[in-house]
């Protein structure tokens, strides 16, 4: 089992940038695909951005491609979201997801592929 928790969100003016962290708990960090989800009030979760568990693929949804940067840290059993040139309808509760692979290359698109989740941090994008 792992234990993730989100941190880094914040109110931030358009156009600025923000970096969340999510710190996982336990030894076997490096078994999981990670990844981040946002939901905003009244819309559905959707994926933000995934990592394979080895870290060598990525995958982006489409409209957040150019603009937000996932990676991680096996040292820090952590993983990163870089957020640039936010706009106000990036606002949203940001979550951390995990699943358990033995794939080093694969990565999750839907919140039904996830394991575990954080408890979700929020981000609000002022214009």
């Known amino acids: 089992q792992v234990q993730l928790v989100e941190s880094g969100g914040g109110l931030v003016q358009a156009g600025g940038s923000l970096r969340l962290s999510c710190a996982a708990s336990?030894?076997?960090?490096?078994?999981?695909?990670m990844g981040w989800f946002r939901q905003a009030p009244g819309k559905e979760r959707e994926l933000v951005a995934a990592?394979?568990?080895?870290?060598?693929?990525?995958y982006y949804a489409d409209s957040m491609k150019g603009q937000f940067t996932i990676s991680r840290d096996r040292a820090k059993n952590t993983v990163y979201l870089q957020m640039n040139s936010l706009k106000p309808e990036d606002t949203a509760v940001y979550y951390c997801?995990?699943?358990?692979?033995?794939?080093?290359?694969?990565?999750?698109?839907?919140?039904?592929?996830?394991?575990?989740w954080g408890q979700g941090t929020q981000v609000t994008v002022s214009s």
């Open positions: 336990g030894r076997t960090f490096s078994t999981y695909a």
């Open positions: 997801a995990a699943k358990y692979t033995v794939t080093f290359g694969s990565v999750f698109t839907a919140p039904n592929q996830v394991d575990y």
């Open positions: 990592i394979s568990r080895s870290g060598s693929n990525t």
